[in-house]
């Protein structure tokens, strides 16, 4: 027998302006959450969403604002094509990784990297992660390992063989970098960011510690399809973004 569970659902916008104010709070949210998780690192890392008015644009963190300053207002707005239309200036890492992202994936509206120090220390075995926990298994074929290292990433032409590389999945473990995640929603983005640097912990942990057991494929699998899924990633982020809006609830304005 199974409890039925009346499930929240993602909110419906009336305007593509109103859904630009959700995207902007939602970002900036993301940020506050990632300096609040140790997640931030000098001027490294960005996080950055579609702009329903402009889809051929995206907003960003302005560059050198630490995350846990980020306002909504203080978003930068760029164009694919390297503008920037509203804000101050962007990281040039930013705009040659994440352009190239949102333009080869229609279907992303939000994509995050930072330098948090479970992801980075992980991206230098080279390897995909191991379905060894529950939550782990929301990666299981759904991430990929870029296995270049050219230093900062600075041209989109390698901007381009990351965004390939990511195909069209969810995340890209980048090697002696960092991790990558993406979304359908600003949400769902920042949570298999986090669940993500989790997981790597996780596995660091499991490994000092002795063999660890690894959940077989049919299982891994099932619960793929449980914690894996858009709206899933978008459901867990909800008590974060409650919880940073009561805490730190300037970051609306």
Known sequence: MKMEIIRPEPPRFASFEEERVHIKQRLAAGF???SKFGFDEGVAGHITAR???QPDCFWVNPFAMHFSQI????????????EV?????????AFA?????HAARADVVAAAHAHSLHGKTWSTLGRPLDPLTQDACAF??????????????????EGDRLAACLGARKAVIMRNHGNLTVGQTVDEALWWYITMER?????L????AGKPWVIDERNARQTFEQIGTPYAGWLQFQPLWDRIVREQPDLLS
């Not at 239309?85 to 890492?93: D, M």
């Open 85 to 93: 239309l509203e804000g101050r200036p962007v990281n040039a890492a």
């Open 140 to 157: 299981f074929d759904d991430h990929a390992v870029y296995e270049e290292f050219n230093g900062v990433i600075y041209d989109t032409e």
């Open 32 to 34: 506050r959450l990632f």
């Open 97 to 101: 990784i994440h352009s190239r992202v």
């Open 199 to 203: 997981s790597c912990q996780a596995q």
């Open 51 to 53: 702009d329903p008015v």
């Open 205 to 208: 942990l499991a490994e000092a």
């Open 71 to 82: 306002r909504a207002s203080d978003l930068s707005l760029v164009s694919h094509s390297g």
